[in-house]
């Protein structure tokens, strides 16, 4: 089983996006908002950021304004509130494979160019804070120099121009459904990586549609492959988390015959907004038994369409009886696919053991066996689940 690989179509450049994209701003927009609405008596769950992804900050900010009748103009909410995020920008961390794919094609000398509808001045204070980002772009453009922001196709035909490139010789790499149109209304070929997964299916304009940017298969368009790919799995910076077992949906042995070792979900909010959905391998100690092979699945499981994004170890050995209650230690050292849907239970349950298969070879070798002895996996937690 394998993943499609066919060349769609030959790109000489690549046009990237920045917030939602290369970097994982959600999360600070979901925080200030809260934060700054409770001033006013409302509540930001969260639950209406589909309508202020990919706007700029004025559109964004008349969504903000009307919806929770703010007794304030829209100018006085922008004044107000860039100075909350201002002082968030020095936190914000990279999305998983943004780096990767920075430094893969600067090593193979593919040309790109960032365009946001942030305003200039905000982009380079926020990749200061990301060491080659900014030498690694010949173009950067903001939203505050072109005349309209996405979806209107001139920023994008604007990065063109200035890197004297055809449009249609463009990749546009993009999170958000404005960013799409606008890189399609540009003639450009476009890979959406959703910044808001649940809502996938509506990026249907997307010349393809990937999980995150550790997805991404640059020979799909004629650009030199990741080199990195090792037996089927991708080598990730190792990342610890831990807790109770707890009973989960009942279907991993039920109706999977796979039995699962699951972990609440609380407290480890963060956790999932920062990891991609997708399968995952590594290491779990248990605090009286040992420590075993495992892979992982973090997402919304499509088949069974979980209302919540979850995370279901699979602990890769037959026990004889439950271990609810028990401490279970996580070293998640590599990556295997995306969270994907299946057409029938059984090609599901098919992809399962296949990923099985391909984790019980992986940790075989010295690049994961090693974490087979990390000290976590045997000593005690931090009270945040973090690695000692």
Known sequence: ????????????????????????????????????????????????????????????????????????????????????????????????????????????????????????????????????????FSVIIGGDEVTAGKPSPEIFLEAAK????????????????????????????????????????????????????LDLRPERWGLSPFEDWIQGTLPIEPWYFGGPVVKGFGRGSKVLGIPTANLSTKGYSTVLSERPSGVYFGWAGLSTRGVYKMVMSIGWNPYFNNAEKTMEPWLLYDFDEDFYGEELRLAIVGYIRPEANFPSLESLIEWIHEDRRIAETALELPLYSKYQDDPYLKGSLHEDGSHP
Request: hydrophobic share 40%; aromatic share 4%; net charge negative.
């Open 1 to 136: 089983m394998s993943m499609a690989n066919s060349l769609k179509k030959l790109v000489s450049c690549v046009i990237l996006d920045l917030d939602g994209t290369l970097l994982n701003t959600d999360g600070i927009v979901n925080e200030v908002l809260k934060v700054y609405l409770v001033k006013h008596g409302k509540q930001w769950d969260g639950r209406e950021a589909h309508k202020i992804v990919g706007k700029t900050p004025s559109e964004a900010a008349a969504v903000i304004v009307e919806d929770y009748g703010l007794p304030l103009s829209i100018d006085e909410f922008v004044s107000e509130i860039t100075p909350m995020f201002s002082a968030q920008w020095c936190s914000i961390k990279a999305l998983p494979g943004a780096n990767r794919l920075i430094n893969h094609l600067r090593g193979h000398d593919v040309r790109m160019a960032l365009a946001s509808n942030s305003p200039r001045e905000n982009i380079e204070t926020k990749i200061s804070y990301h060491p080659g980002w900014k030498e690694s």
């Open 162 to 213: 200035k890197l004297n490139i055809d449009p249609s010789k463009c990749l546009v790499v993009e999170d958000s459904i404005p960013g799409v149109m606008a890189g399609k209304a540009a003639g450009m070929e476009v890979v959406a990586v959703p910044s808001l997964p649940k809502l996938s299916h509506l990026y249907t304009s997307a010349d393809e549609v990937i999980n995150s940017l």
